[in-house]
């Protein structure tokens, strides 16, 4: 079993910064490839970001490319989202999740993910 927790989301200025941290409770953690997710109000979940176990590939929805990083500490079980020149549509709650070596499908799905956290509320204002 792994336990994700999230932290790090808040209210920010329009063009500001953020840092989300997801922590991870399992000592596997290397193994699982992660993702970050986010849903705003009446909207679908939506893929944001994903880095494999070892970092050597890493994906982007095009609405974030050029803003957000992701990338993880494997000594530290967590996996990080840099979110910088955040826009109001960026307002949404995050959500990470681990994606194990036995799952296959695309990274920007939620079906290739068995793990979730329980979310962090992000908010832009503008």
């Known amino acids: 079993q792994v336990q994700l927790v999230e932290s790090g989301g808040g209210l920010v200025q329009a063009g500001g910064s953020l840092r989300l941290s997801c922590a991870s409770s399992g000592r596997t953690f290397s193994s699982y490839g992660m993702g970050w997710f986010r849903q705003a109000p009446g909207k679908e979940r939506e893929f944001v970001a994903a880095i494999t176990w070892s970092g050597g590939s890493i994906y982007y929805a095009d609405s974030v490319k050029g803003r957000f990083t992701i990338s993880r500490d494997n000594t530290k079980n967590t996996v990080y989202l840099q979110m910088n020149s955040l826009k109001p549509e960026d307002t949404a709650v995050y959500y990470c999740?681990?994606?194990?070596?036995?799952?296959?499908?695309?990274?920007?799905?939620?079906?290739?993910?068995?793990?979730w956290g329980q979310g962090t509320q992000v908010t832009v204002s503008s």
């Open positions: 999740a681990a994606s194990p070596l036995t799952y296959s499908g695309s990274w920007y799905r939620g079906a290739r993910y068995n793990y």
